[in-house]
């Protein structure tokens, strides 16, 4: 199928605010009622710096502490960026799974002739934008319509297309850092181009030779 022109997808919602289903590693700390809630990194939690966080740390901040176990996944009593990362991926699968969901419940809506099909017409009326401007490229058969396979194997094109921006984005990000380009993050690059993450170096550099290597690095999605 030709590339998707645009493609959108469920927003995942930045990791600075607390999900209601589960405590991200990027959550808001209590704050006074005036003030905007001041937002706490999962890696800062890490207070011994040794690359982990335990329950006890985890207790630091409530909303962790309480779904401590879920992003403890090998259940070893401590929490990884290795485990951090896994739990972003879970969650950015599901949402590319609801955008699926999504497209295919606007189809079944938009098919006012309830033929199974959607013409050029009624995408038009249903005022779905990414359709119409991609109607031929998801007409696979180029009947004049898009049945709901075609609008299927398009949702999830889209969906896997906004999956991979997200990992080329992380890659641009790192080459970006990488100033001396020898394919890792010495602390000092990892500090200058993510300041904010700095304090939890140790958190990322997981094998702790001192620097963060492609596989070891990733930031909340929203950045």
């Known amino acids: 199928m030709n590339r998707i022109a645009r493609p959108t997808m469920s ?12 405590a ?42 309480k779904n401590f176990a879920a992003i403890d996944a090998n259940h070893d009593g401590a929490i990884t960026m290795s485990e951090v990362k896994a ?32 013409s050029e017409a009624e995408a ?16 696979a058969n180029h009947d004049g319509s898009i049945d709901k396979d075609e609008m299927q194997k398009a949702a999830m094109a889209m969906a896997q297309q906004g999956l991979a921006a997200r990992g080329q984005h992380m890659q641009q990000l790192f080459a970006k850092a990488d100033t001396n380009k020898d394919g890792k993050l010495s602390q000092a690059e990892f500090t200058a181009a993510f300041p904010k993450f700095a304090p939890s170096f140790a958190f990322f ?14 930031l909340p999605p929203g950045i």
């Open 11 to 22: 927003p995942i919602r930045p990791l600075f605010v607390l999900l209601a289903a589960c």
């Open 87 to 118: 739990m972003w991926r879970a969650e950015m699968m599901g949402a590319a799974q609801g955008s699926v969901q999504g497209r295919m419940a606007a189809f079944t809506k938009a098919d006012t002739s309830k033929d199974g099909k959607l």
């Open 24 to 65: 991200f590693p990027l959550v808001a700390a209590a704050a006074p009622a005036a003030k905007a809630p001041a937002m706490v990194w999962i890696g800062d939690l890490d207070a011994n710096h040794d690359g982990k966080i335990t329950a006890q740390e985890a207790a630091a901040v409530p909303a962790i502490a």
């Open 124 to 139: 038009k009326a249903a005022n779905m934008a990414v359709v119409v401007a991609n109607f031929k490229a998801i007409d």
């Open 205 to 218: 550099d997981e094998n702790h030779d001192g620097s963060v290597v492609i596989a070891e690095f990733g």
